[in-house]
């Protein structure tokens, strides 16, 4: 649920990133490795990584697509002014598509001069309707209405901000030189990994 505006969004991934943010050669610099007898193990970790910050954030690092599910279209409130639709994911590059089932179980697809999206680089991005239009009508079901976004700081590696690729590296190194549980407090996962993190991800600190 978005508690800013008391609506609950269920989210499905739709189709993972292409890659990851940092690539198993950076990762096995960082790591001092130089054969290639890890390097699955180790492309393994990166991915875990980004999963991990991903989960924990709400946020995409790597381009993706996601389907965002509401039972119906937001109303205006006090919550919610403007009525608009809050993915809760950061940040958000592109609205795909929208679509809904109307009141006699059609798939429609709701044409996209009738929204915008706002605040692609804050959190939460914004679908706002267009100037004078109003939401259809649909079906009084669940997910009656899927927006499809792209979520993520962009398509490559080097899009992603440097400070979160080097919190990606400080988790691979832990978990690479302490391959059992432990517990994370005081750990540098703790520390440095997260400090840099929360520069980022304000809100979920």
């Given at each position: 649920?978005?508690?800013?505006?008391?609506?609950?969004?269920?989210?499905?991934?739709?189709?993972?990133?292409?890659?990851?943010?940092?690539?198993?050669?950076?990762?096995?610099?960082?790591?001092?490795?130089?054969?290639?007898?890890?390097?699955?193990?180790?492309?393994?970790?990166?991915?875990?990584?980004?999963?991990?910050?991903?989960?924990?954030?709400?946020?995409?690092?790597?381009?993706?697509?996601?389907?965002?599910?509401?039972?119906?279209?937001?109303?205006?409130?006090?919550?919610?002014?403007?009525?608009?639709?809050?993915?809760?994911?950061?940040?958000?590059?592109?609205?795909?598509?929208?679509?809904?089932?109307?009141?006699?179980?059609t798939?429609?697809?709701?044409?996209?001069t009738?929204?915008?999206l706002?605040?692609?680089?804050?959190?939460?991005?914004?679908?706002?309707?267009?100037?004078?239009?109003?939401?259809?009508?649909?079906?009084?079901?669940?997910?009656?209405?899927?927006?499809?976004?792209?979520?993520?700081?962009?398509?490559?590696?080097?899009?992603?901000?440097?400070?979160?690729?080097?919190?990606?590296?400080?988790?691979?190194k832990l978990?690479?030189?302490?391959?059992?549980?432990?517990?994370?407090?005081?750990?540098?996962?703790?520390?440095?990994?997260?400090?840099?993190?929360?520069?980022?991800?304000?809100?979920?600190?």
């Open positions: 649920m978005n508690a800013a505006t008391g609506i609950t969004y269920k989210r499905k991934l739709a189709t993972a990133p292409a890659t990851e943010p940092v690539t198993t050669a950076e990762a096995k610099t960082w790591l001092y490795i130089t054969g290639t007898d890890h390097d699955t193990l180790v492309g393994n970790l990166v991915k875990t990584a980004r999963q991990k910050i991903e989960t924990d954030y709400d946020c995409a690092l790597i381009n993706q697509s996601w389907d965002i599910y509401l039972d119906e279209f937001p109303a205006a409130n006090w919550m919610n002014e403007d009525g608009a639709i809050e993915p809760v994911l950061y940040p958000v590059s592109s609205v795909t598509s929208l679509k809904y089932i109307d009141t006699d179980g798939l429609q697809t709701w044409t996209a009738n929204y915008t706002e605040n692609m680089l804050a959190m939460p991005a914004r679908i706002l309707k267009a100037y004078d239009v109003t939401y259809p009508d649909t079906r009084d079901i669940q997910n009656a209405v899927t927006i499809r976004i792209v979520a993520g700081f962009g398509a490559a590696t080097s899009d992603v901000p440097e400070p979160i690729r080097t919190a990606i590296l400080l988790m691979v978990w690479y030189d302490n391959p059992e549980d432990m517990r994370l407090a005081g750990m540098p996962w703790e520390r440095s990994a997260k400090a840099l993190l929360n520069n980022y991800f304000t809100w979920r600190i």
